[in-house]
């Protein structure tokens, strides 16, 4: 199995804010202690908490940390690729391919909230879904297209490449691959291109069944966040079955891989992971998802074939999502026979640990993967 970690973000809270030191130390230690990835988020606008206050680019944290480690991959989950422009974005992830010597695991993701998406990009406003998933999948085709470092064009709903009517009027003769006779541009290329060849891996942060298999289909892999064990497996049905229908050459281009996100909490005794696991996850969850939607919410996070007992809808939020196992919490031997089970029931390959919780201090933290990577991590290698 894969096991990777995200970068330990405050939700709720910018005090201290940008935490280069705790999120270089942590991508240092996880390293050392035998991690093999680091994931990190793209958020912006948390003034009022309503966010979580990650590196507003994941690009430039992971280059920071690139200079610091050597053997960790460095991924984002995701970059909000509608807030970008796609050939930046294309070359800011090259570079970075380079900085950390082929580490580069490419995240994208449509956008976390719509005042965000909004004030960057209006066409890719996440209440015209449609649209927004759109701009998604073209924003990425001309990133593929920029990174193979041949001359392309591009004709889309959203971009245009290379931009009508511009002239070289030098006096060389034009090198007919970008230009036409008359000097007119028709064509341009990119540089630098990844040093992964023929591209990095690229990652879908998505949870529905149909956003897995729109995956499948384009050869992105996916890393689901937000639903039960069964409701993962459902989504990675959904994605292998529309994986396995590709041709070959279809299924060359990349994907075929999965990945799931966790609240993972490691102590001594199950009384003291409890004690710091319950009020972590009320608090991340309280904040996310208040209770007006209650039902909503946690309706979402279940496979179709799941229903909402009593029980579930007057819990806490924390023995939901361990009723659910999102939040894996305990001992190291009940962490290990609760990965084991993921893994024998669902066919988990790739876990990814979620550190996105205010009421969690950095000692607390580092404690728990000490004792991950000590007691835990052995009987998955």
Same mark, same amino acid.
């Given at each position: 199995?894969?096991?990777?970690? &995200?970068?330990?973000?405050?939700?709720?809270?910018?005090?201290?804010?940008?935490?280069?030191?705790?999120?270089?130390?942590?991508?240092?230690?996880?390293?050392?202690?035998?991690?093999?990835?680091?994931?990190?988020?793209?958020?912006?606008?948390?003034?009022?908490?309503?966010?979580?206050?990650?590196?507003?680019?994941?690009?430039?944290?992971?280059?920071?940390?690139?200079?610091?480690?050597?053997?960790?991959?460095?991924?984002?989950?995701?970059?909000?690729?509608?807030?970008?422009?796609?050939?930046?974005?294309?070359?800011?992830?090259?570079?970075?391919?380079?900085?950390? &010597?082929?580490?580069?695991?490419?995240?994208?993701?449509?956008?976390?909230?719509?005042?965000?998406?909004?004030?960057?990009?209006?066409?890719?406003?996440?209440?015209?879904?449609?649209?927004?998933?759109?701009?998604?999948?073209?924003?990425?085709?001309?990133?593929?297209?920029?990174?193979?470092?041949?001359?392309?064009?591009?004709?889309?709903?959203?971009?245009?490449?290379?931009?009508? &009517?511009?002239?070289?009027?030098?006096?060389?003769?034009?090198?007919?691959?970008?230009?036409?006779?008359?000097?007119?541009?028709?064509?341009?290329?990119?540089?630098?291109?990844?040093?992964?060849?023929?591209?990095?891996?690229?990652?879908?942060?998505?949870?529905?069944?149909?956003?897995?298999?729109?995956?499948?289909?384009?050869?992105?892999?996916?890393?689901?966040?937000?639903?039960?064990?069964?409701?993962?497996?459902?989504?990675?049905?959904?994605?292998?079955?529309?994986?396995?229908?590709?041709?070959?050459?279809?299924?060359?281009?990349?994907?075929?891989?999965?990945?799931?996100?966790?609240?993972?909490?490691?102590?001594?005794?199950?009384?003291?992971?409890?004690?710091?696991?319950?009020?972590?996850?009320?608090?991340?969850?309280?904040?996310?998802?208040?209770?007006?939607?209650?039902?909503?919410?946690?309706?979402?996070?279940?496979?179709?074939?799941?229903?909402?007992?009593?029980?579930?809808?007057?819990?806490?939020?924390?023995?939901?999502?361990?009723?659910?196992?999102?939040?894996?919490?305990?001992?190291?031997?009940?962490?290990?026979?609760?990965?084991?089970?993921?893994?024998?029931?669902?066919?988990?390959?790739?876990?990814?640990?979620?550190?996105?919780?205010?009421?969690?201090?950095?000692?607390?933290?580092?404690?728990?993967?000490?004792?991950?990577?000590?007691?835990?991590?052995?009987?998955?290698?």
């Amino acid at each position: 199995m894969r096991i990777d970690s &995200g970068l330990h973000a405050h939700a709720g809270s910018i005090e201290g804010y940008p935490n280069l030191a705790e999120w270089v130390d942590q991508a240092a230690f996880c390293e050392e202690a035998g991690f093999d990835g680091m994931w990190s988020a793209e958020h912006h606008f948390f003034w009022d908490g309503w966010s979580t206050p990650t590196p507003t680019n994941g690009l430039m944290i992971e280059a920071h940390i690139a200079a610091r480690t050597s053997r960790i991959r460095l991924g984002q989950c995701g970059n909000a690729i509608n807030d970008w422009h796609p050939i930046r974005l294309a070359e800011d992830a090259a570079m970075l391919d380079h900085l950390s &010597g082929g580490r580069l695991d490419f995240g994208i993701m449509r956008g976390l909230n719509n005042r965000v998406a909004g004030n960057f990009h209006p066409d890719a406003d996440r209440r015209d879904l449609a649209r927004a998933n759109a701009r998604m999948w073209e924003s990425l085709e001309v990133v593929r297209k920029a990174w193979t470092g041949k001359p392309f064009t591009h004709e889309g709903q959203f971009f245009q490449f290379p931009y009508r &009517g511009w002239v070289d009027e030098s006096e060389a003769a034009p090198d007919p691959d970008y230009y036409t006779s008359d000097g007119e541009m028709i064509a341009l290329a990119v540089q630098p291109t990844p040093l992964q060849q023929p591209n990095p891996p690229v990652w879908l942060m998505a949870d529905s069944p149909g956003s897995h298999a729109e995956a499948a289909r384009r050869g992105v892999n996916v890393m689901a966040w937000g639903r039960s064990a069964r409701g993962a497996r459902e989504s990675w049905d959904a994605y292998y079955a529309a994986y396995r229908a590709l041709d070959p050459a279809q299924r060359a281009a990349g994907g075929g891989r999965v990945a799931l996100m966790r609240f993972v909490y490691v102590a001594e005794t199950m009384a003291e992971a409890e004690r710091v696991g319950r009020p972590a996850i009320n608090e991340l969850l309280g904040h996310m998802g208040p209770s007006k939607n209650l039902a909503w919410g946690r309706r979402g996070m279940i496979a179709s074939d799941e229903t909402l007992s009593d029980d579930d809808l007057s819990s806490d939020w924390f023995d939901y999502l361990r009723k659910i196992e999102w939040a894996i919490v305990g001992t190291p031997a009940h962490v290990t026979e609760k990965l084991q089970k993921l893994e024998a029931e669902i066919g988990l390959e790739h876990l990814v640990q979620y550190w996105s919780v205010a009421a969690l201090t950095q000692r607390e933290l580092r404690r728990s993967q000490e004792l991950f990577a000590e007691h835990v991590l052995p009987n998955f290698r």
